[in-house]
């Protein structure tokens, strides 16, 4: 806890010679506290490369100030946590440095294929295509895709295909999208068919325009209507029916960078609506016009969701 103290109070007396000595100090008692400094400003640096832009002044409403005590509360928590954010930190941009095609956070691009088809990338998504004399095939490695197929102008025999590391999806002139999960992937089908094959499994499941299911490990959930939120994505557009609060934030911190967190006491809120995903401070400050809750801010990228002070 102490190095995130020292951190707060550096921040509170930013230019103080005197917090700058007595830290030196602390820092030299014993190669501990060294190493717990070195942590906190790992995941400062971390945390500072972070585009400024995420906090715009559409936050500035709603802001409540953390408490001194809440901060370092805050802060400790993430130093914790640190090896693993920086093991996922690490790992998210390799699948972005060598995947054919990717996206950033709050990234979404749209390509034409070699055949004529459409592919469309979500935010923080990966895909390699790969296109043969054989088939058509797309691997996709994170995140969300929407696929548009067009006519095969070499011949009629070769297959699309759209694989993750649960199983495949075959087109069948069709317009659907795919996103994968920890473990799971979710297919919805927007016009057509598709053919959904489990790793695993001989056996194909046929799925409509109008479903979706979830597949993962050896099997495959139902059929179900397709949810709208399922691709208007593509259209920069995150829809929500009746969606818990806390869900709703899960989703919609998918788009920005940082820390977007609920607080336990407000999860269960409901809200509907259609909110634009080039602008997530604008969706953060609308909540509050929306639900009893408020936003706080400690740094552009630690937000938190609470409920209203009694």
């Given at each position: 806890?102490?190095?995130?103290e020292?951190?707060v109070?550096?921040?509170?007396?930013?230019?103080?010679?005197?917090?700058q000595?007595?830290l030196?100090l602390w820092?030299?008692?014993s190669?501990a506290?060294?190493?717990?400094?070195?942590?906190?400003?790992a995941?400062?640096l971390?945390?500072?490369?972070?585009?400024?832009?995420?906090g715009s002044?559409a936050?500035a409403?709603?802001?409540?100030?953390?408490?001194?005590?809440?901060?370092v509360?805050?802060?400790?928590?993430?130093i914790?946590?640190a090896?693993?954010?920086?093991l996922?930190?690490r790992?998210?941009?390799v699948?972005?440095?060598t995947?054919?095609?990717?996206?950033?956070?709050?990234e979404?691009r749209?390509?034409?294929?070699?055949?004529?088809?459409?592919l469309?990338?979500?935010?923080?998504?990966?895909?390699?295509v790969?296109?043969?004399?054989?088939?058509?095939r797309?691997?996709?490695?994170?995140?969300?895709?929407y696929?548009?197929?067009?006519p095969?102008?070499?011949?009629s025999?070769?297959?699309?295909?759209?694989?993750?590391e649960?199983?495949?999806?075959r087109?069948?002139?069709t317009?659907?999208?795919?996103?994968?999960g920890?473990?799971?992937?979710?297919v919805?089908?927007q016009?057509?068919a598709v053919?959904?094959?489990?790793?695993?499994?001989?056996?194909?499941?046929?799925l409509?325009?109008?479903?979706q299911?979830?597949?993962?490990?050896s099997?495959?959930?139902?059929?179900?209507?397709?949810?709208?939120?399922?691709s208007?994505?593509?259209?920069g557009?995150?829809?929500?029916?009746?969606?818990r609060?806390?869900?709703?934030?899960?989703?919609?911190s998918?788009?920005?960078?940082?820390w977007?967190r609920?607080d336990p006491?407000?999860a269960?809120?409901?809200i509907?609506?259609a909110?634009?995903?080039?602008?997530?401070?604008?969706?953060?400050?609308?909540?509050a016009?929306?639900?009893?809750v408020?936003?706080?801010a400690?740094?552009?990228?630690?937000i938190t969701?609470?409920?209203l002070?009694?």
């Amino acid at each position: 806890m102490q190095a995130a103290e020292w951190f707060v109070r550096l921040q509170e007396e930013a230019g103080s010679a005197e917090a700058q000595a007595d830290l030196a100090l602390w820092r030299a008692q014993s190669p501990a506290h060294e190493r717990a400094w070195q942590r906190a400003m790992a995941v400062s640096l971390q945390a500072g490369s972070i585009p400024a832009s995420v906090g715009s002044p559409a936050l500035a409403r709603p802001q409540r100030r953390l408490t001194r005590r809440e901060s370092v509360r805050a802060l400790a928590l993430l130093i914790t946590a640190a090896p693993a954010v920086w093991l996922a930190w690490r790992m998210a941009p390799v699948q972005q440095w060598t995947a054919s095609h990717s996206t950033a956070t709050g990234e979404r691009r749209s390509w034409t294929l070699a055949d004529g088809s459409r592919l469309v990338l979500d935010t923080a998504s990966a895909a390699d295509v790969q296109f043969d004399a054989q088939q058509r095939r797309i691997h996709l490695r994170a995140g969300a895709i929407y696929v548009e197929t067009a006519p095969d102008p070499q011949t009629s025999a070769r297959p699309f295909i759209v694989t993750t590391e649960q199983g495949e999806v075959r087109a069948l002139g069709t317009r659907f999208s795919l996103r994968c999960g920890d473990g799971y992937t979710d297919v919805a089908v927007q016009q057509d068919a598709v053919e959904v094959r489990v790793r695993g499994d001989a056996e194909p499941l046929r799925l409509q325009a109008g479903q979706q299911l979830r597949f993962g490990g050896s099997e495959a959930g139902p059929a179900q209507a397709a949810a709208p939120a399922s691709s208007q994505w593509v259209q920069g557009v995150l829809a929500a029916d009746n969606m818990r609060l806390d869900a709703f934030l899960a989703e919609l911190s998918r788009y920005r960078k940082g820390w977007l967190r609920c607080d336990p006491q407000v999860a269960a809120l409901r809200i509907s609506g259609a909110f634009q995903l080039a602008d997530t401070d604008a969706v953060l400050a609308n909540l509050a016009q929306l639900l009893p809750v408020q936003i706080s801010a400690r740094t552009p990228y630690w937000i938190t969701v609470l409920p209203l002070p009694h």
